[in-house]
């Protein structure tokens, strides 16, 4: 019985925090998106959302967080595979996450000067003999600096997936004849996908409101739903629109944990 | 559950602990006597010897804060909580906060070197009389760009360059709506304090040709860009164009020939001031000649003070690019509030033209 009351004290503090800083926000953000520029009550922010230039900006986004997802996805599996298999395999990760540590500000400044016209970069390609050429503000490098910042988090819940998967099982498949591409597809990958999906969401659900990365490395030539959130507190203080867009970024996200954690039968 | 128990108690104990520690922070570093003064101006805005210079002077400690933008250093004066007893907002923001009476008047017996501004740039429709703000320093928008980097034959006396197709991918614009529009507006002859929505979705139309030459749309980073070499030219204010050049004597700027947008940033006493006296005492010494004109050489922008200028270095004083003459300043416009309204249509065709691609 006293068991039971010192239980609830103790969940106390953790459902005042969920309830102050998680609940509560999402609610506020709800009820601001209903109220337009000057206070009054109405729908016109989810009208206005429902125009050319909101939809397109929708589409950009998901665009540019699918293509993120994808290719930190592509480059991480195979570098957590490895890191399993290597002798030291907590110092190597320990080293790939060492960057993460950084700032991702300074992290952006640091690629405006790699990536600049006259940036490293551009020197190792005259060098190749390539010739220079504009990296800086445009979609490549975009998604190089968003992979680059993001695959440390796509690393990490792979590379536990792996190495807790048990190798008598790996033993088994090719005691029973299995190729190793075979082995990969029938046995690891199925075992692993807790981890890329929980990678996925990881990486995903940020990259959708990237904002600060779209202004410094992409010179504002790719414009996501989290520069107009941005725009629309901090500039033309509607916060009512703001909330909207973030209505909608919450939609998507939820939509987009559902759709990740699906179990599939039989697996 | 005794451990447990125990850990929850001793995280209590250190919250508490922690709790007091902040309070007893809080109260020694002051904001209570009259012996303090709050400065939250923009940052790298003023020459710091002259704030020495006033401490010693008055005994009046100076804490000095910065701020990035005028809608973050009003949103902090709104939710109170802070002892700012001066803040450096541009003109228009002014108006916003006069409107929600942030603001107090000022006394104007307490400030006797206000007789040193130049007329021009006292009593304007953003504050009539002066009420509650005096000018700091001023300057304009326009073009700043690198002559060795130009294509050859292209001369930039005005907005209307910049649409040249030799400049392809050689533009960086400020990240702003109302600087861009404003340009936009101003290249077609009309005034950028414009509201007609004919009028501003031509503009439109006409900004999304010159995507082609944008290379970028950036904020502060553009004078890191342009000290980088890598952009001819950049749309940006007065005073980034003399940091930039102080860089590479190389750089030029142009007050565009159609016009361009003339702002202010000033100095006013919001309401969250403690020490007002203080706060008119550190504005009549900032108007001091020789104090404006030492403060004003460090900073490097405009100063509307006219006997400070009797006291600076004359090639800074008869540089046209920043001291304009008559002729060209009539063309000067400066911001007004166009009403919450307004200002979100500028911005919703700033996204559009920012989301347009070629």
């Not at chain 1, 030539?221 to 629109?241: D, H, P, S």
Request: hydrophobic letters at 45%; aromatic letters at 14%; one cysteine or more.
């Amino acid at each position: 019985m006293q068991n039971k009351t010192f239980r609830n004290l103790f969940m106390l503090p953790y459902a005042l925090w969920i309830i102050i800083f998680v609940i509560a926000p999402i609610l506020l953000v709800v009820y601001f998106s209903f109220f337009d520029i000057n206070g009054n009550f109405s729908l016109t922010n989810y009208k206005n959302f429902f125009t050319a230039t909101y939809l397109q900006m929708t589409l950009n986004s998901f665009w540019y967080a699918f293509l993120i997802t994808v290719i930190s996805l592509l480059i991480a599996y195979p570098t957590a595979y490895i890191l399993t298999r290597t002798k030291h395999k907590q110092l190597w990760l320990l080293l790939i996450i060492v960057p993460s540590w950084i700032n991702l500000l300074l992290k952006a400044y640091a690629f405006i000067g790699i990536f600049g016209t006259h940036g490293a970069a551009n020197r190792f390609l005259e060098w190749a003999g390539i010739g220079s050429r504009q990296l800086l503000f445009t979609d490549f490098s975009f998604v190089f600096v968003a992979v680059y910042i993001f695959i440390p988090f796509m690393i990490l819940p792979i590379f536990n997936a792996l190495d807790k998967l048990n190798p008598s099982l790996l033993y088994a498949a090719s005691d029973l004849g299995a190729s190793k591409w075979t082995t990969f597809r029938r046995v690891i990958f199925p075992l692993t996908l807790d981890g890329v999906k929980s990678g996925c969401q990881v990486v995903f659900i940020p990259a959708l409101s990237l904002f600060m990365l779209t202004r410094l490395i992409a010179g504002n030539r790719v414009i996501t739903l989290g520069t107009a959130i941005e725009q629309q507190f901090l500039v033309t203080q509607n916060w009512g629109m703001g909330a909207t867009i973030a209505v909608f970024l919450i939609i998507i996200m939820v939509g987009f944990m559902a759709l990740t954690s699906i179990r599939r039968r039989g697996v | 559950m005794k451990a447990l128990n125990r850990l929850f108690l001793s995280i209590l104990a250190v919250s508490i602990v922690l709790l007091i520690i902040i309070n007893r922070l809080n109260a020694a570093q002051g904001f209570s006597g009259d012996n303090t003064l709050t400065v939250y101006n923009w940052g790298d805005y003023i020459d710091q010897d002259v704030i020495q210079q006033f401490e010693e002077e008055t005994g009046i400690t100076v804490i000095y804060e910065t701020f990035d933008s005028n809608e973050a250093m009003m949103t902090k004066i709104e939710q109170g909580g802070t002892t700012y007893d001066i803040a450096v907002p541009s003109e228009y923001t002014i108006e916003k906060m006069a409107e929600e009476d942030l603001l107090y008047e000022l006394d104007h017996d307490k400030i006797p070197n206000l007789q040193y501004i130049d007329d021009r740039f006292l009593n304007l429709p953003f504050d009539e009389n002066n009420r509650y703000s005096i000018p700091y320093f001023w300057g304009t928008v326009g073009i700043i760009f690198n002559p060795e980097l130009l294509p050859e034959g292209i001369e930039i006396t005005g907005w209307h360059d910049l649409w040249d197709p030799r400049l392809e991918n050689q533009i960086l614009l400020v990240d702003g709506a109302r600087e861009i529009i404003g340009m936009g507006l101003n290249t077609l002859g009309y005034s950028l304090n414009d509201t007609n929505p004919v009028h501003l979705y031509e503009t439109l139309d006409h900004l999304e040709k010159l995507t082609p030459n944008i290379r970028a749309i950036v904020g502060d980073e553009n004078k890191m860009l342009m000290v980088n070499n890598e952009a001819a030219v950049a749309v940006g204010w007065s005073g980034d164009a003399a940091d930039i050049m102080g860089e590479n004597e190389a750089m030029d700027y142009v007050v565009p020939e159609e016009g361009s947008n003339l702002w202010f940033d000033n100095f006013v006493i919001p309401k969250t001031a403690k020490n007002i006296d203080g706060a008119h005492e550190f504005i009549n010494f900032m108007l001091d000649p020789e104090v404006s004109a030492q403060n004003t050489e460090y900073v490097s922008y405009s100063t509307p003070n006219k006997e400070a200028l009797k006291y600076m270095p004359e090639e800074m004083v008869n540089d046209e690019r920043f001291y304009p003459d008559a002729a060209l300043t009539d063309k000067l416009e400066v911001y007004e509030n166009l009403g919450k309204e307004n200002l979100a249509f500028y911005n919703e065709l700033f996204l559009q033209f920012k989301m347009y691609r070629k």
